[in-house]
């Protein structure tokens, strides 16, 4: 099955820089990698994701690179701010279209704290 | 858009009662419903996926006795923790996909067995 690497697990960063979490998953079919943020007692919030048609994506201060041939993607947050301050976790799936789903793997997670 | 509701968002039980957790997909369809369980500081963990009016999938090593899924309808999906243990404690996590390959999660349940 697929396993996802996440690094690293934590992360620390004054308010403005930059922050960089790396995945490396293992099933070259994967097609489909998501961002989520998870905050304190609450469930995971889509940030981004990235299919494997596409090598980067961004959406304001987050952006999404994606390297199938190496097999690692990366989030990388830019001008980073305190409320930023989450538990960020990869994941990847395998969807094969159509009414069929792809089940996600996670990686084990980066905890991201921003110093203001 | 997307939004996931989940109820109750915390719960307290006796060991060997049984608890209901629901997962509603509120502005949309929910073809396929998962369910997650995550212990503290650690990842997500997929337990079963569910498709509306079929019986679920059940990860390896996951109880599908202990572990009751019914997905109901197209944006109501329940786990049911029979006889509940205290090392059933947990934080239980369900999502939604409207189709493809995008899940929108839920809140999130604390479960708590004494």
């Known amino acids: 099955g697929e396993n996802v690497e996440q690094h690293p697990s934590t992360l620390s960063v004054q308010e403005g820089d930059s922050a960089v979490i790396k995945c490396t998953y293992s099933?070259?079919?994967?097609?489909?990698f998501p961002w989520y943020k998870q905050e304190l007692g609450k469930g995971p919030q889509l940030i981004i994701d990235?299919?494997?048609?596409?090598g980067e994506k961004k959406d304001q201060r987050i952006a999404v690179t994606l390297n199938k041939t190496a097999k690692h993607f990366s989030l990388h947050i830019t001008e980073t701010q305190p409320e930023d301050s989450a538990v960020y976790f990869c994941?990847?799936?395998?969807?094969?279209?159509?009414?069929?789903?792809?089940?996600?793997?996670f990686g084990q997670g980066t905890i991201l704290t921003v110093h203001p | 858009g997307a939004v996931v509701s989940q109820h109750p968002s915390r719960v307290i039980c006796k060991s060997g009662t049984s608890v209901k957790i629901e997962c509603r997909s509120l502005?949309?369809?929910?073809?396929?419903m998962f369910w997650y369980r995550q212990f503290p500081k650690q990842s997500l963990m997929l337990m079963a996926t569910?498709?509306?009016?079929?019986?679920?999938?059940?990860e390896q090593g996951v109880e599908k006795d202990k572990f009751l899924i019914n997905h109901a309808s197209l944006t109501l999906s329940t786990l049911t923790v029979t006889s509940a243990h205290p090392e059933d404690s947990s934080f239980y996590i369900c999502?939604?996909?409207?189709?493809?390959?995008?899940?929108?999660f839920g809140p999130g349940t604390r479960l708590l067995v004494l």
């Open positions: 994941a990847a799936s395998k969807y094969a279209g159509g009414t069929s789903y792809g089940k996600l793997t």
């Open positions: 502005d949309f369809q929910a073809t396929t």
């Open positions: 990235i299919r494997s048609n596409v």
């Open positions: 999502s939604a996909s409207p189709g493809g390959e995008t899940q929108y």
């Open positions: 569910s498709n509306e009016g079929s019986k679920a999938t059940y």
């Open positions: 099933d070259s079919a994967s097609n489909y």
